[in-house]
């Protein structure tokens, strides 16, 4: 009589292995998919909660927008002025308003990762505040560093991170295009009072943009549901400058050769007729990546210098500085908006309201919706 087989044969067993290999492999797309979706609706709720934030903030302060800096000692950016909204009151109860963000005269001396660079006291005096975030101010999509590393401000001192973000604020197209050297941005951020020469590290010495006028919810000629507020960009990668020509990378700003007024000029009505930012940032994409010297993108949230973003470029796409001009903020040069999230990127409008924009989007309704008194016709239907 046979006796009962107990267990698999060899060709049973590679049998069941090879369909639960099979299972795995459709499974995990699924469940990465699964979870890019759970982080971009995490993403979408913090710039859902950031635009929350600003429109608490203009309630409080007669009905006006917070500016994305002023120059000197005022120099925070709109995340800083919003914090209180953002549940980020103990951190904002740690910044000093009577200095500025960062800089300043005295000596302090920050040190990254193994170089130093002056950033004087008052980055030391705003410090607790600069190390420190909150979620709402970063996608779960991006865990690139955003930093060159630690921060030392004393010989011996605990090495620190500074504190990082995703959202930028909207600071429109290319300012010089219509108005010159003397350009000022046409976008929901605003830069007050500067003068005729601006050198103290929001600008380099040298360029000149004239002041502006805060920006106010009657501002919004086209309407607060078709004016981006705010956006998203991949942080930095961190490295040591100069980064490699060959690379590519969204998250870093990349050297460019023109010049800031080579493409000024009046726009045109027409989606048929390209626009001089269209044609400003297809060089930009046509040039090689010719090394960067910002690979930070992301970091210092408290600062104003460098918490804009530009709509000349469309979405995920490279981004470029004015080498002849320096690294600056995103109003002057093409900083794009970037994330992590397959096929595009979200962005909340200054009436509260995210969308996710996709990367196809048409250049003529990524430049109208800049913009919150241009006067263009714009379908949201395109969206």
Known sequence: MRSKRVGFTLIELLVVISIIAVLIALLLPAVQSAREAARRAQCSNNLKQIGLAV????????????PASIPLMQDFSYLARIAPYLEMNDIYNDINFQVGARWGPGPCSCQFNGGTESCNQYGLINAS??????SFLLCPSDSAPGSLGFI???PGA??????RFNYPMNGGLNPFNTTGATGATNGVAYYPTYSASIGQGAFETGQQLQAEQPVTYSSFVDGTSKTVLASEWQKGTGLAPPVPSNSSVLGNVYNFSDTPTQYSGQRSPSPDTPYPDFLLAQDCQNQSPNGSQWTWKGDWWIS?????????????RNSCYYASVGQGPGVINLLSASSYHPGGINCVFADGSVRFIKNGIAPYLWYAIATPNGRETIDMSGF
């Open 55 to 66: 429109a608490n903030y203009a309630t409080a302060n007669g009905e006006t927008l917070p």
């Open 129 to 134: 505040a600069s190390f420190n975030t909150t």
């Open 152 to 154: 030392y401000f004393a």
């Open 158 to 163: 605990s090495a620190h991170v500074i504190g």
């Open 304 to 316: 104003g210098n460098s918490c804009t973003y530009s709509h000349t470029q469309p979405p995920n």
